[in-house]
């Protein structure tokens, strides 16, 4: 099983990225899969997850509105559209399996991360 995340870089304040994980291993499609993220002397946080199935996902307070979660299963890949960069948003961002279809199950899962840096 494994998550392979890509797409981090470089970005001035306002700008977008897009960033994607690979999926290999395991029934993409049957699990719930979620983005996390940790800036430079703090903590993991949760930045937004999505049910397998019917799609359904949350976002954390810190990015609603601005970024946006999707998954195709026909690719195994799982996206975060990033808009409206912040520099709080500096951080690297992971991608998680969680144990079932939703995302009120638990982690067991976790790719490498990917380097968001936002220049202010």
């Known amino acids: 099983v494994q998550l392979q995340a890509s797409g981090g870089g470089l970005v001035q304040a306002g700008g977008s990225l897009r960033l994607a994980c690979a999926a290999s291993?395991?029934?993409?499609?049957?699990?719930?899969i979620g983005w996390f993220r940790r800036a430079p002397g703090k903590g993991r946080e949760g930045v937004s997850c999505i049910n397998s199935g019917d799609g359904t996902s949350v976002y954390a307070d810190s990015v609603k509105g601005r970024f946006t979660i999707s998954r195709d299963d026909a690719k195994n890949t799982l996206y975060l559209q990033l808009n409206k960069l912040k520099f709080e948003d500096t951080a690297v961002y992971y991608c998680?399996?969680?144990?079932?279809?939703?995302?009120?199950?638990?982690?067991?899962?976790w790719g490498q991360g990917t380097q968001v840096t936002v220049s202010s």
């Open positions: 291993g395991f029934a993409f499609d049957r699990y719930a």
């Open positions: 998680a399996k969680y144990s079932g279809s939703t995302y009120r199950g638990y982690l067991e899962v």
